[in-house]
C-alpha cells in the first residue's frame, strides 16, 4: 500500500525539501497551496507534476478539511505559518491566526476526517526566547520574545494537548535555525548570502543589519526535514528538539559569506538600528541528544559548508538573472 502525506507550507523551503524527501520514499504527496493572484511555485517546479495540489487556508476550517478528505493522507506535516518574526510585531493578530489557531484548524480536521492519522507540528526554537537553560533540551522552560514565538507556543502546547486529550498521533519538532539556498530572501542568512554575491558580481555596495551579535543555532533544511520524517515512524509520539549543538553570531555569518568571494565585509556591511528587533533574542543552542539517541538522527553540514552552499548558489542565481560575470566589486 502507497503511503500518502499532506504538507502544508509546501511551496515554502522545508516544504519543497519534505516533498523531494517523501516522493523518493515513494510516497504519494499532496500539498495545501493557498488561492493567490500569483503562483509561486518556484521551490517546487522541479517536482510539480509528481505532487497533488489542494486549495485549502489554515485560516479556514472546513477547507482543511476538505482538503483531507480528498488526499486521504496517512501523515500531515503542518509547515505553513506566518513565519517570519519581525512581521508578526506588524501583524500579530493575523501572525496568531495562522501561526497558532491554524493548528488547531488542522487538528481538529485530522480528528474529525481520520484520527488515525499522523501528525507533525513545526515548532520553533524562537519559543525558548530570553532563554531559561544553555542548551535547550525537550524539557527546557520557554519564554517566547516576539509575536511569532507566542504564537508557535500555543500550535506547541495544542499539539500536545490534543495528542493527551483525543489519543492522537501528534508530535512537534522543535526545529533551531535551519536555512538553505532556498531561504526566503527576508531571513537574515539568505540576506547576507545574497549580499554578498550581488557585492562581488558589483550589483550593490551595502548590507545592512541589526543586532550582528545574536547568536544562533544554524543547520541545513534539507537535513532537518530528515528529522521531520523519522519522527512520525516512531511507536511513540514524542517532541524531539532538532539542531546542530553549536552556534554562531550574526557577525560570523557574515564574515564567512564576504570571506567565501573574497571580500573584506568591513567595506561593506553597516549596522541599521531600526533593524533590530523590540525584543531580542541573544542566543539559542540546541541539545539534540535525545534526537540522536531514539531517532538516530545527526546533522552533517557544518555552519561554514552551508555558508559557502548559499552564497555559491545566490552567485549562480545573480549571474543568471544579470548576465553578469563574476569579478571584483564595479565589474561586469
Known amino acids: 500500500m502507497t503511503r500518502s502525506a499532506l504538507i502544508t507550507g509546501i511551496t515554502g523551503q522545508d516544504g519543497s525539501y519534505l516533498a523531494e524527501l517523501l516522493l523518493e520514499k515513494g510516497y504519494e504527496v499532496h500539498g495545501v497551496i493557498r488561492r493567490s493572484s500569483t503562483e509561486t511555485f518556484e521551490r517546487i517546479q522541479h517536482v510539480h507534476r509528481n505532487l497533488h495540489l489542494h486549495q485549502a487556508d ?5 477547507s482543511l478539511q476538505e482538503a483531507i478528505q480528498e488526499s486521504r493522507p496517512t501523515e500531515v506535516y503542518n ?12 501583524q500579530p493578530s493575523l501572525t496568531g491566526e495562522f501561526t497558532a489557531l491554524g493548528v488547531t484548524r488542522i487538528l481538529d480536521a485530522i480528528r474529525m476526517v481520520d ?3 499522523r501528525f507533525y507540528q513545526a515548532s520553533s526554537s524562537e519559543m525558548f526566547g530570553r532563554v531559561r537553560e544553555t542548551p535547550q533540551t525537550e524539557t527546557t522552560d520557554f519564554y517566547p520574545r516576539s509575536p ?4 508557535k507556543l500555543y500550535g506547541h502546547w495544542i499539539t500536545v494537548n490534543y495528542r493527551e486529550s483525543y489519543d ?4 512537534s519538532g522543535i526545529l533551531f535555525n535551519h536555512e538553505s539556498p532556498r531561504r526566503g530572501r527576508e531571513f537574515v542568512t539568505r540576506k547576507i548570502t545574497e549580499a554578498a554575491a550581488r557585492i562581488k558580481l558589483g550589483l550593490d555596495h551595502e548590507l545592512r543589519l541589526g543586532n550582528v551579535e545574536a ?25 524531539f528538539v532538532i539542531g546542530t549543538g553549536e552556534q554562531n553570531s550574526v557577525r560570523e555569518c557574515y564574515e564567512l559569506a564576504f570571506q567565501h568571494v573574497g571580500l573584506d ?15 531580542e533574542v541573544e542566543t539559542l543552542l540546541a541539545d539534540a541528544s535525545k534526537a540522536k539517541r531514539e531517532l538516530g538522527w545527526s546533522p552533517g553540514t557544518t555552519f561554514p559548508e552551508l555558508v559557502a552552499l548559499m552564497v555559491d548558489s545566490d552567485l549562480e542565481a545573480q549571474q543568471k538573472i544579470h548576465g553578469v560575470r563574476l569579478g571584483g566589486p564595479g565589474s561586469r
Do not use: C, N
Not at 168 to 171: E, K, S
Not at 269 to 275: A, E, I, P, R
Open 168 to 171: 492522537l498521533y501528534a508530535v
Open 265 to 279: 565585509p568591513e567595506d561593506f556591511v553597516l549596522f541599521d538600528k531600526s533593524l533590530e528587533r523590540p525584543a
Open 58 to 62: 489554515l485560516l479556514d476550517q472546513v
Open 79 to 90: 509547515l505553513a505559518a506566518q513565519s517570519f518574526v519581525p512581521t508578526s510585531w506588524v
Open 115 to 117: 484520527p488515525s492519522i
Open 215 to 239: 547568536k544562533r543555532d544554524w543547520g541545513y533544511a534539507k537535513e532537518y526535514v530528515e528529522a521531520m520524517w523519522m519522527m512520525l515512524q516512531e511507536e511513540t509520539p514524542s517532541d
Open 148 to 151: 511569532y514565538a507566542v504564537a
